[in-house]
């Protein structure tokens, strides 16, 4: 997870040239450098995400240095909602190479509130990551901030305009009843219960009767989890050789999305999105029949990079973010109240 590591890396640093520069450390001292660095996450369970930075510290000093028994502390925020911290007490550079090993927690229960952020945001969110480095024998902070951007497009991924034949093995009535030849998809006004999932649809009937679509039952499901389920659209009649709409809102139930999350991040953040659809559909004579309409259902994958799981990356710094790190920001030392 390359965030976490170039930020702990730069604030390594950071705190070391700290120490020097206010007199903690006394003897003539040469810069300590990441030579590898490694983060993944290592564990997901119903209430808690758990990320591991594994670094390897080489100090060129004679002595080991200790940094003031220095704190790093982490805050990872996903447009603004904060959902994960961490903290490293006392972090010591012995002579030669240290291993280094820092946990950041993310609070499932989170995810929920960054889900709105990230719809009303037209499916993007900024990853801010804070780490702040206290030397408390001094009294001094350093802090460090990264911000990245990931993306998602589930709405896009569902329109399409691929004619889709759904079959009802209905008898005296031939399949396909009906021909999906367009359908549409848009969020809809999100809440903190509820993001509204709205689907258009263009029908072609190539049967000889018409066919009225009386009622529609939907399903969304994320890798298998049911987020939203219920009754939507209204009467449509679809003519005989003819052309029908068929709107539906369907809503996603928000305070679902933390189980779905452990799925995700179980998946390597991949998801498989469903709405899947059963009609009520009126027939001529006055019979009443419910149709799965497998060919109206939505499905596509989602995929993410947020937390995500980076090889082993080699790093050697100077203090500041290196030139690849284009979002990295140093702040100057301010002293501690």
């Known amino acids: 997870m390359g965030r976490f590591t170039r930020l702990l890396v730069g604030l390594l640093v950071l705190a070391a040239l700290l120490a020097v520069a206010l007199g903690v450390v006394a003897v003539a001292f040469d810069r300590p450098s990441i030579v590898e660095s490694e983060s993944r996450i290592v564990g997901v369970n119903a209430t808690t995400t758990v990320v591991e930075t594994d670094l390897t510290v080489s100090n060129p000093n004679p002595i080991a240095v200790r940094l003031g028994d220095a704190t790093v502390a982490t805050n990872v925020a996903m447009n603004g909602v904060e959902v994960g911290t961490g903290t490293k007490h006392g972090i010591r550079l012995d002579r ?131 987020v939203g389920n219920g009754t939507t659209g209204t009467a449509t009649t679809v003519p005989t050789g003819g052309q029908g709409s068929l709107r539906a809102e369907t809503d996603i139930r928000n305070e679902r999305l933390d189980d779905w999350w452990v799925t995700h991040v179980q998946r390597g953040q991949h998801t498989d999105l469903r709405v899947s659809f059963t009609a009520v559909l009126s027939l001529p004579g006055g019979e009443t029949v419910r149709v799965p309409l497998d060919g109206l259902d939505y499905t596509t994958a989602v995929d993410t990079d947020v937390l995500a799981n980076d090889s082993t990356a080699r790093t050697r710094l100077g203090g500041l973010p290196s030139h690849e790190d284009k979002h990295a920001s140093a702040v100057s030392p301010n002293p501690g109240r």
């Open 96 to 226: 030669g190479t240290t291993d280094v090993s820092l946990t950041t927690v993310v609070d499932n229960r989170r995810i929920p509130d960054w889900w709105v952020t990230h719809v009303r945001n037209g499916e993007r969110t900024r990853v801010t990551t804070t780490a702040n480095v206290t030397l408390p024998v001094i009294g001094r902070t350093a802090t460090l901030t990264e911000t990245t951007t990931t993306r998602t497009s589930i709405t896009d991924r569902l329109n399409s305009s691929a004619p889709r034949p759904i079959n009802a093995s209905l008898p005296l009535v031939s399949d396909p009843i009906l021909v999906v030849e367009r359908t549409r998809a848009s969020w809809g006004d999100v809440t903190a219960e509820t993001t509204p999932l709205e689907l258009r649809t263009r029908l072609r009937n190539p049967t000889s009767v018409p066919l009225s679509i009386t009622r529609l039952d939907y399903t969304v499901t994320m890798n298998g989890i049911t």
